[in-house]
């Protein structure tokens, strides 16, 4: 599944879902999660769970750009409802910019990103 909108001739959200083993795959979200996107990764995530065989659902956010509330309100709701179905959502690997947004609104801990470090410079890994 890859997800491309057109934004000005540029995607805003590009979305691709990668399965890596027989239950698990990695969404890669890539460009901005926002008022105007979410719901493309709400979407994203509520197929994988409506398709069912899925138990682990790991999100990289390496290549995004730029989160507002709306986008950190739908990862914590996207981790709050995979729980209430049994279903692990965790984040495999984050940017700085990301890491630092997630840790101010004090999201980190319940999305599952480790504490910051000072030498962390481009890259908080999560397994």
């Given at each position: 599944?890859?997800?491309a909108p057109a934004a000005q001739g540029r995607p805003r959200l590009r979305i691709a879902v990668e399965k890596v083993g027989p239950d698990e795959v990695t969404v890669s979200v890539r460009g901005e999660l926002d008022l105007a996107t979410a719901d493309q990764l709400r979407s994203a995530i509520s197929a994988l769970l409506n398709r069912g065989a899925v138990t682990c659902i790991g999100l990289d956010l390496r290549g995004?750009?730029?989160?507002?509330?709306t986008g950190i309100g739908t990862l914590v709701v996207a981790q709050r409802i995979c729980q209430q179905v049994g279903?692990?959502?965790r984040l495999t690997a984050v940017n700085a910019f990301a890491a630092r947004i997630l840790g101010v609104v004090g999201v980190d801990d319940s999305l599952g990103l480790p504490p910051a470090h000072p030498d962390t410079v481009?890259?908080?890994g999560v397994d």
């Open positions: 599944m890859d997800n995004l750009d730029f989160i507002d509330s279903v692990k959502l481009d890259l908080v």
